[in-house]
């Protein structure tokens, strides 16, 4: 069993720079593959960015491609999303969730955090 928090969110301008957080809980965190999701509302959530149980080794959505990273802390059992240049269309609740396999698809990850609100004002 994982249990994961997020936190980080809040309201920033267009062109600013958030920093979220997702702590899990467990000794097996490592073994996990990590992804983030977002959900706008009135909107289907989709896939932000996957990063492996091996450090390094990411994915991204094309719209978020060169203003996220994705990173993993595996002694701090966190995994974090630098979201920089941000823009109105990223306003939307960002969550984490941990799967055995790293995947673009919400179905493939096991665990799933309760979210965090991110607003990007114009």
């Known amino acids: 069993q994982v249990q994961l928090v997020e936190s980080g969110g809040g309201l920033v301008q267009a062109g600013g720079s958030l920093r979220l957080s997702c702590a899990a809980s467990?000794?097996?965190?490592?073994?996990?593959?990590m992804g983030w999701f977002r959900q706008a509302p009135g909107k289907e959530r989709e896939f932000v960015a996957t990063?492996?149980?091996?450090?390094?080794?990411?994915s991204y959505a094309d719209s978020v491609k060169g203003r996220f990273t994705v990173s993993r802390d595996n002694a701090k059992t966190t995994v974090y999303l630098q979201m920089n240049s941000l823009k109105p269309e990223d306003t939307a609740v960002y969550s984490c969730?941990?799967?055995?396999?790293?995947?673009?698809?919400?179905?493939?990850?096991?665990?799933w955090g309760q979210g965090t609100e991110v607003t990007v004002s114009s």
């Open positions: 969730a941990a799967g055995r396999v790293a995947s673009l698809v919400p179905r493939a990850y096991d665990y």
């Open positions: 990063i492996h149980r091996s450090v390094g080794s990411t």
């Open positions: 467990g000794r097996t965190f490592s073994s996990y593959a």
